[in-house]
């Protein structure tokens, strides 16, 4: 890429209108394309990340992160995207460190970059069962998809155009988590971790997956994989 | 002998409509063998319930009954194993039927 790339942030969100206008204007000031996918918000979701100036396409359903990640991404491949990055509504993840996670798909390095809160050493704030999940999730990843990460699911990532048009995400609600990473395996496309910050508060923990659901989204995943 | 009697009634009527479906051409030959055979392993059974008792023997299950049951828990695991299939394809179609009209919307706007 030798022309400055066209990057655009994707953003999932369902019943985020708490967060979703700081979460788009902080990640305007680092990028200024952010594509906002309402799936089907009860409330001002989709308002309030258009004042901050997000492009906002809208599910009329509910269909799930999983499923409204995969409409952002498609619409940034119709504006021409050279990378795509892809970050939580809730406030979790830290707009700045977009440009670390960017560099290596950038750079060519790397087709995907994955985002992990377990590289930079301070996994100790991490609550301790939300850490015992996430480590189940690895040997699970390990295991089914036979790719060797240290956090298996972070919403925060980038792809480069090729990952993006290659990766299929079919898994509609949470389990395209894992369903990303079996994909960069079984594509074998050239990924790169990427340490990140989480800030665990009180609304992204109780907006977040429960610690007993992951067993449900990882009986999901495992089902898909026998019918596909 | 009234329960053999309603089983016997039930099935002409069955069987009556597949041959009228057959006749229209909407089942085929092979379909309409194959729900005959159906439908009359099922009188069979009814009206000489020691047949079935024979067969569980012969396949090694004590009793007719036991078969019956085992048989029918097969058949709902794969009944719903298909409906399971069959919803998942659903989901999937109505996931790009609600991303298609999103993108079809914004592409309006701009």
């Not at chain 1, 990057?7 to 969100?13: E, G, L, N, Q, S």
């Not at chain 1, 977009?98 to 609550?127: C, H, K, Q, W, Y």
């Not at chain 1, 972070?154 to 048009?165: H, P, V």
């Not at chain 2, 029918?72 to 069959?86: E, G, H, Q, T």
Request: glycine share 6%.
């Amino acid at each position: 890429m030798n022309t400055s790339p066209k990057i655009f942030v994707v953003i999932p969100a369902h019943n985020e209108a708490t967060t979703i206008f700081f979460v788009v204007a902080s990640v305007k000031r680092v990028i200024p394309n952010v594509i906002v996918v309402d799936d089907s918000s009860g409330d001002e979701t989709a308002t309030l990340a258009k004042q901050a100036g997000a492009e906002v396409l809208s599910h009329i359903i509910n269909r799930g992160q999983g499923a409204a990640l995969k409409t952002g991404i498609d619409y940034a491949l119709l504006c021409g995207a050279d990378v795509i990055v892809t970050f939580d509504a809730d406030g979790q993840h830290k707009p700045e460190e977009i440009l670390s996670m960017i560099e290596p798909v950038v750079r060519g390095e790397a087709d995907v970059a994955l985002g992990s809160r377990f590289l930079n050493g301070n996994s100790n704030t991490i609550p301790f069962i939300r850490r015992l999940v996430l480590r189940g999730g690895i040997l699970f990843t390990k295991i089914f998809s036979r790719i060797r990460v240290t956090d298996t699911h972070n919403g925060f990532r980038a792809l480069s155009k090729k990952a993006a048009e290659t990766i299929r995400i079919r898994q509609d609600r949470m389990a395209h988590a894992s369903e990303i990473l079996d994909e960069i395996a079984y594509h074998g496309l050239k990924f790169r971790e990427i340490p990140v910050t989480i800030t665990y508060s009180a609304y992204s923990m109780q907006k977040g997956q429960s610690s007993l659901n992951s067993i449900k989204i990882a009986l999901k995943f495992l089902l898909n994989k026998l019918i596909q | 002998m009234i329960v053999p009697i309603l089983v016997t009634l039930f099935v002409a009527f069955a069987v009556s409509r597949v041959f009228l479906r057959f006749r229209e051409g909407n089942v085929s030959l092979g379909e309409f063998i194959f729900w005959l055979l159906i439908w009359g392993a099922i009188e069979a059974v009814v009206w000489i319930p020691k047949v079935l008792d024979q067969i569980a023997q012969d396949i090694g299950i004590g009793r007719g009954i036991d078969a019956v049951v085992y048989g029918a828990v097969v058949l709902l695991f794969y009944l719903v194993y298909r409906v399971y299939v069959k919803t998942e394809f659903i989901e999937r179609e109505m996931t790009s039927l609600v991303r298609k009209l999103a993108l079809k919307e914004k592409e309006k706007e701009r």
